[in-house]
């Protein structure tokens, strides 16, 4: 659970990404509610915050290494109430 996360961000530490901007993938929802991310949603959003505390130094030090601004990191901590620039940066290769 919540591997999809850590492994995108693993790769965001260790290499550039390309944001293809095509339709590529589609998830299938249950009308009744019965998928797992929603079954177990509480305990997805437990563990994204886990991973995001412990990888949070390196994603700030990957921004840097990248040339992109980490606009909401302050004094070596994530200030959320920061809301994203009108022109937000992108650490990614874009593709039209």
């Known amino acids: 659970m919540c591997d999809d996360y850590e492994l995108l961000v693993r790769t965001f530490l260790t290499t550039r990404m390309v944001h293809v901007q ?15 991310q929603r ?16 990888y949070e130094q390196q994603i700030h030090d990957r921004f840097e290494e ?3 601004d980490d606009f ?15 022109d937000a940066p992108a650490a990614n290769y874009v593709l039209p």
């Open 22 to 36: 095509r339709l590529g993938y589609l998830q299938y929802l249950q009308r009744d509610g019965g998928n797992t």
């Open 39 to 54: 079954l177990r949603n509480k305990e997805i959003q437990r563990l994204v915050r886990l991973f995001a505390w412990r």
């Open 66 to 68: 990248l040339g992109v």
């Open 72 to 86: 909401i990191w302050r004094d070596g901590v994530l200030d959320w109430t920061i809301p994203n620039p009108a």
